[in-house]
């Protein structure tokens, strides 16, 4: 059954109580119980197994008003665990340590023997001992595909895989706790928990890299539906003369933006092979093949930011993946392709780019290990 409007975290007052003050923390007690609907010993009995768990604390005492009396906000103790959110892909895991906020300590990475789970669990290995991670409460790891249950990976393109239970096995092995998610949804949770989004109900992610991913927060909760995963938001048109992509889609989101698709392009018209980097590069430096490939993306990418903005009415739009570096090249390109698919009269689209390497992908997969952690916590319920 579809969830239309799905909070990353499972609906229950104790651990809603813990992603408000995660993600507005330090919050005083009155306000925490006007979000939540809470009652003043509704909010005791909740908070006092984070409290004891040392998950939550008090903060300094402040004034609450101009002339009420002091309160002791509750904060989240960033550094009561650490976390272990690995990204993998066809080629490489990789792995950020965080704090419960999902600030990332140290970074790593390790390639991939093959595909099957052993080659990837022992490139897990690899990264834990590299980060010196093996203290971490919980791990997280993301997949580009279908992952239902928080743990099984119904399909995943890039590793050939299908009903693989992922979690199972990573808990099997490390003896730690694991949380498995789609990695555009494990990123999205991240920027509206932590990130670019923090703060803003009315969002959407666009990502651009191996493929295109697309996440969606309205009313402060993202929505998932039963065919997340399946890269739906990689086949949005956006130019009918384009290239085909290899569903043999034309001038989709796909074939105009991800990194294979550009380069191939490119190779075409410049009679060699070109990586992306490149082709960047050679695009700011103004030889004619490279500039019409950039700006032609540029502007694709321009038409699926405000399809995205108008479709869904929102006005920001975080965008990140490892492509996003075609918006540093081809600016000027993506913001008149926004401007010229917006009415006149809209709200300008706020942009805004994340990190262009993976970190920002596994420090997606922290966060929702941060998420289910909470879960572990004994309810007061």
């Known amino acids: 059954m579809s969830d239309t409007f799905r909070d990353t975290v499972t609906r229950d007052p104790g651990r809603e109580l813990a992603r408000e003050v995660l993600i507005h923390g330090p919050i005083a007690r009155g306000e925490l119980g006007r979000r939540l609907g809470l009652s003043p010993a509704s909010l005791t009995r909740l908070s006092r197994p984070f409290l004891d768990h040392g998950i939550l604390v008090e903060a300094q005492e402040r004034q609450d008003g101009v002339v009420g009396r002091p309160v002791k906000p509750l904060d989240v103790r960033v550094d009561a665990q650490r976390m272990l959110g690995v990204k993998i892909t066809g080629e490489r895991v990789f792995g950020v340590v965080t704090d419960l906020r999902a600030t990332v300590g140290v970074s790593a990475a390790a390639p991939l023997a093959a595909h099957g789970v052993d080659d990837v669990l022992d ?14 409460a919980a791990i997280g790891a993301s997949v580009g595909g ?19 239970d992922l979690g199972t096995a990573i808990e099997d092995r490390f003896g730690r706790p694991a949380t498995v998610e789609n990695d555009v949804v494990a990123l999205t949770a991240a920027e509206q928990w932590f990130g670019h989004a923090r703060g803003i109900d009315n969002f959407s992610v666009v990502t651009i890299g191996a493929g295109v991913g697309y996440g969606l927060v309205v009313h402060g909760r993202q929505v998932i539906s039963s065919d ?48 992306y980097d490149e082709l960047l590069a050679l695009a700011a430096e103004g030889n004619a093949v490279a500039r019409q490939v950039v700006d032609t993306s540029g502007r694709a990418l321009g038409r699926l930011i405000a399809a995205s903005a108008n ?26 392709a926004v401007q010229a698919d917006r009415d006149p009269d809209a709200l300008p689209v706020d942009i805004r780019p994340t990190d262009s390497d993976f970190t ?22």
């Open 123 to 136: 490139s897990i290995q690899q990264v834990m001992d590299a980060l010196d991670a093996h203290d971490v």
């Open 146 to 164: 279908k992952v239902t249950g928080s743990s099984l990976v119904v399909r995943a393109p890039f590793l050939d895989w299908h009903d693989i």
């Open 311 to 336: 479709l869904a009415m929102v006005e920001t739009v975080v965008l990140s993946g490892e492509g996003i570096g075609l918006l540093d090249v081809a600016e000027d390109a993506v913001r008149a």
């Open 228 to 275: 997340t995963g399946l890269g739906l938001g990689g086949h949005f048109p956006l130019d009918p003369t384009g290239p085909l992509c290899a569903d043999g889609h034309r001038g989709c989101s796909s074939a105009m933006l991800s990194i294979p698709s550009m380069c191939a392009s490119a190779g075409v018209g410049l009679g060699r092979a070109v990586d």
């Open 360 to 381: 920002a992908w596994a420090r997606g997969a922290a966060a929702v290990a941060i998420q289910s952690g909470f879960g572990l916590i004994p309810s007061a319920a």
